[in-house]
């Protein structure tokens, strides 16, 4: 398992290894002891696993706030996505900056998410699934978003809004300037 540190020091890139043979592959995509070793100890509460048909699927950008904020470890088990984390963290020197990676099946890389930041994904290919681990329980009363086009954000998403698939929820959620929660 390598650890790298993306363009916002607290959000990291994993890449596992993934061992072919004649049946296939294994790999190990989580090992808690390694990322201990990283500099990371998280503790997992719920798995989460999502499945987009279309191209084009826009989901988020979503947080938690305290006391239910969480870390995220993501995936893609199939397909592709943009994926993208905002930082939220209002004394961060990156404070309103994001971070955007590809992850993809092809790849077999992930992305952390720490808690304090807004995160979503855009798919690139259709029938895409992302498996996501997260620190805490879903809890409806904390559930926050951010509308994911937010001009002052400066994203350059992979699809135009015009095409974007999202939600009745994502639709509606508030643009970056209009943001009430952040993280102190």
Not at 18 to 32: A, H, I, L, M, V
Not at 40 to 56: A, T
Not at 94 to 101: D, E, Q
Not at 123 to 141: D, G, H, R, W
């Amino acid at each position: 398992m390598e650890v790298r540190t993306a363009e916002i020091p607290d959000v990291k890139i994993i890449e596992t290894r993934r061992y072919f043979d004649q049946r296939g592959f294994f790999s190990e995509t989580y090992n808690k002891r390694a990322l201990m070793q990283a500099g990371i100890e998280l503790d997992f509460v719920q798995d989460s696993h999502s499945l987009s048909v279309e191209k084009g699927v826009v989901r988020g950008l979503h947080y938690q706030i305290p006391p239910f904020a969480q870390d995220k470890l993501v995936r893609v088990v199939r397909g592709a996505v943009f994926d993208v984390a905002v930082d939220l963290r209002r004394r961060s020197p990156t404070f309103g900056r994001h971070v955007s990676v590809v992850l993809s099946a092809e790849k077999w890389n992930q992305l952390l998410v720490p808690k304090g930041f807004a995160h979503g994904f855009s798919t690139l290919e259709p029938n895409t699934e992302v498996i996501y681990k997260v620190t805490n329980y879903y809890s409806p009363e904390n559930d926050r978003g951010l509308f994911w086009n937010s001009p002052e954000l400066q994203v350059e998403w992979p699809v135009s809004q015009g095409e974007a698939i999202l939600s009745d929820k994502d639709k509606r959620l508030p643009r970056f300037s209009e943001l009430r929660d952040f993280f102190d």
